[in-house]
């Protein structure tokens, strides 16, 4: 019996191996198969797959555009009163304000210049040829040079943050070579650049300014010589002409001209569908322009 069950064990071990090998050899034989006629599949992508069904546009190059000049706009005379002053400050473009100095409302027209975020320069008071009275604080030819730097530095003592003067009037003053250089020499002390009002052709500015090494300009157009609203149209126009020309118009028109400020507001949208750069005075001198009216 033991001889038996021992027989019986020994094929039974036998069978189970012969079962395992064969099993193995049919593992391996599917692996190796496998293995030569199934591609391997490729790792997902990081990429996103887009849907075909959302319209996508490529995105357009971006094409400077070239501009047409820069416009510079200075109101004048400004100090004499608020009302006059409040639509000009309502404008969404740059300006510049030429304040007077020494008048009633010369401080509180800063003040509301400033919270506005405008830019405003002093409208300095000259001789002017007709003998008409510049107002407080002028400057006279015959002055010495510390009567200019004491009369000037007292008119620029309200003006927090100035940067440059016009002249008001002063078409005897800016002709006088000795009252212009000590105004320049004035200038150069306080780091101010000057805009030539040009209230005469025989001013001296100009060649004072270079041999000073001031910051300076010249006003390229008076926009309300006639109140009429065709003819200030007609001067901005020349000023257009005069900006495309020269890389830059100064175009100088008046507080007291009532139909100014809504003449600007209304030429606003095209001058900049027009591609004209609309700037503060100020950054004529701090930007990058230049043209041969201007040192610095």
Sequence with gaps: MEKKRFK???????????????????INGKAVSKGRIEEIE???????VLDDSVDIKPIPD???????????????DVGNNLFQLKPFLKLPMN???????????????????????????????MEAVGGQNPGPGALLTGMS???????????????????????HM??????????????????KENKLFFLDSKTTSKSVGKQLA???EIPFAERSIFLDNSK???????????????????????????????????????????????NYVLNNLTQLFTGNEFDEDSWY
């Design 170 to 187: 002063g078409s005897a003053g800016t002709a006088d070579y000795e009252l212009m250089g000590f105004l320049f020499t004035v200038l």
């Design 210 to 212: 270079i041999e000073f």
């Design 228 to 274: 009429e609203k065709q003819a200030i149209l007609e001067a901005v126009e020349n000023g257009l002409d005069i900006s495309e020309k020269k890389g830059h118009a100064i175009m100088i028109g008046h507080i007291w001209t009532e139909e100014l400020a809504s003449i600007l507001l209304e030429l606003y949208p095209a001058l900049l569908e027009n």
């Design 145 to 167: 040079q510390d009567q200019v730097r004491n009369i000037v530095n007292n008119n620029i003592k309200d003006f927090i943050g100035l940067k440059g003067m016009n002249n």
């Design 42 to 48: 490729p790792l997902p992508s990081e990429e996103p």
């Design 95 to 125: 300006i510049t304000f030429a304040v007077l100095p020494g008048l009633k409302y010369t401080k509180e027209a800063i003040d509301l210049i400033r919270g506005a975020g405008k830019d405003y320069i002093i409208h300095q008071p």
């Design 8 to 26: 019986v064990v020994i094929i039974l071990l036998i069978v189970i191996i012969i079962l395992l090998f064969f099993s193995i050899v049919l």
């Design 62 to 76: 971006i094409v400077p555009v070239e501009t047409r000049g820069a416009l510079y706009f200075v109101i004048d």
